[in-house]
């Protein structure tokens, strides 16, 4: 038996000290206020310590051992604990390292099954000795022989493949960063705290402005000119964009995927470095996704769910296979990078007749609010300006949403800002549900849930505002051998 390296006392202590960083901050504030740091000194020193104690005892009770079948975890300070993990059910393998652990040439290691809807192991190791123990479950599960004893078939080992399938540009990097949530979470931020930025200008450089601090105020601008806006607004979108492009850097730069086999690869990262490998044979859905802005640029992206590969591990919403791609290229990198979910989709689409319930909630409503709310307070008509937007995206919503079954796989498409158009093959489909509300009645329509087995125990895709025909025909194709 095996223990991971020294360094993964550190590791664990400071996730300690870390996951009660708001508790130790609340516990101590006052008394910083209060100018007084014996007794938050103290308090922090007395953590630190748990801390290193609690990762030291995570690391001495911690052991591994790697043989030739299966790999088992030796856990537990009171309650002792074994975990096994048949190299068989293992469904994929990734490390991550970021700069202080590239320092000491060490890596975390992630082991996922479909047992857990978490990590099901993690270890702290040498960057060779994860990446021996990763080729070892691999090169296990491409060389066993197959549970079918009457044909025999074994699984030949393919021969290592260097070149990659698909490699982001660094232009689209740029793309993304104007485009993603980091980009509008920028935004935010620097309008939220704009006057904060006016005043610190106006004191540090004695910039010759028209408003002083105290006056600054988007309404003092109004005031003054609507035409101040316009630089205001260029320095938020740019400062934004340099946000966005940062973030995105650090998680997407140099990212890299191929197909081996059954084996998806993909690396990415500038920070934190991540190396995962996946069995396609797990993956249960892949999603094109596709926002507005990108809508207009021509790009989408595609993402996937799969049993037992725990992306919340990585900080991250949802698993990416491909994080940017032209639109006219995504279906022929689909069909190169997993074949097995290619499809040439056809819909059935929402009838004409549904087209006012999209309008109804997407505009009509949304507007309803503020058009009724600004008799009591004026400046809440100034939401009325997105009118047009919403009637468009209204459209939009009513135009993308549909559903259809291609050869062995069904295809949802809808939209809420963003669309998303999911393939699911016959193998991962669980349940297809139908409700008609009232209203639907009325109009002779249904919305459809599919359920899905994932790493979420089970996902669930929606297409609303569709014939209710429609569904025998589902049923049947849920129902094939």
């Keep these: ?236 979108v740019l400062g934004a964009w340099v946000f966005g492009t940062i973030i995105v850097s650090l998680r997407y730069a140099n990212f890299t995927v191929k197909r081996d086999g059954d084996k998806l690869y993909m690396s990415y990262g500038l920070w934190t470095t991540r190396h995962i490998a996946l069995e396609v044979s797990r993956i249960q859905a892949i999603r094109i996704q596709e926002g507005i802005v990108r809508r207009w640029l021509g790009f989408n992206s595609v993402a996937f769910d799969s049993i037992g590969y725990d992306h919340s591990s990585e900080g991250l919403n949802e698993t990416v296979l491909l994080p940017l791609v032209r639109r006219k290229e995504t279906w022929e990198l689909i069909q190169r990078l997993v074949p097995e979910f290619y499809v040439q989709p056809t819909l059935s689409h929402s009838p004409s007749r549904a087209r006012i319930r999209f309008y109804n909630r997407g505009a009509f409503l949304p507007l309803l609010i503020p058009a009724v709310a600004g008799f009591f307070w004026s400046p809440l008509w100034w939401l009325l300006i997105a009118t047009p937007f919403l009637l468009y995206l209204s459209e939009l919503r009513f135009r993308d949403n549909g559903i259809g079954t291609v050869e062995d796989k069904i295809v949802t498409s809808s939209r809420l800002i963003q669309k998303e158009m999911v393939v699911i093959p016959w193998p991962g489909l669980q349940s297809i549900d139908r409700t008609e509300s009232f209203f639907q009645r009325r109009r002779n329509l249904a919305s459809y849930q599919i359920s899905v087995a994932t790493d979420k125990v089970s996902m669930m895709y929606n297409a609303n505002e569709l014939d209710p025909n429609l569904h025998p025909h589902l049923i049947s194709f849920m129902q094939r051998d």
Excluded: C
């Excluded at 938050?40 to 005892?57: K, N, R």
């Excluded at 079948?69 to 009171?78: A, I, N, P, R, S």
């Excluded at 549970?147 to 793309?175: A, F, G, Q």
């Design 1 to 236: 038996m095996t223990r991971q390296h020294p360094f993964a006392i550190a590791q664990h202590g400071f996730k300690f000290v870390r996951n009660l960083g708001i508790f130790i901050f609340i516990a101590i504030f006052q008394d910083v206020l209060d100018g007084e740091w014996l007794f938050p000194s103290l308090f922090i020193i007395g953590w630190f310590i748990l801390g290193a104690l609690l990762g030291f005892l995570h690391w001495y009770f911690l052991r591994y051992d790697l043989d030739t079948e299966d790999l088992t975890v030796y856990k537990g300070v009171f309650s002792k604990k074994v975990e096994t993990f048949p190299y068989v059910k293992i469904s994929g393998v990734h490390y991550q390292s970021n700069p202080l652990l590239r320092l000491f040439n060490l890596t975390s290691l992630h082991i996922e099954t479909a047992g857990n809807m978490e990590t099901s192991a993690s270890l702290t190791l040498k960057h060779t000795t994860a990446q021996e123990m990763e080729n070892t479950i691999l090169n296990y599960a491409d060389n066993i022989e197959l549970t079918n004893e009457e044909e025999h078939v074994v699984v030949e080992e393919s021969p290592e493949k260097n070149t990659v399938d698909y490699r982001l540009p660094w232009s689209y990097v740029i793309v993304m960063s104007a485009t993603s949530n980091s980009f509008y979470a920028g935004l935010i931020l620097i309008l939220s705290s704009l006057n904060r930025i006016y005043d610190f200008a106006f004191y540090s450089f004695g910039l010759n402005l028209p408003l002083s601090a105290e006056e600054f105020s988007y309404g003092a601008i109004l005031a003054l000119s609507p035409l101040f806006l316009l630089p205001i607004l260029l320095i938020s």
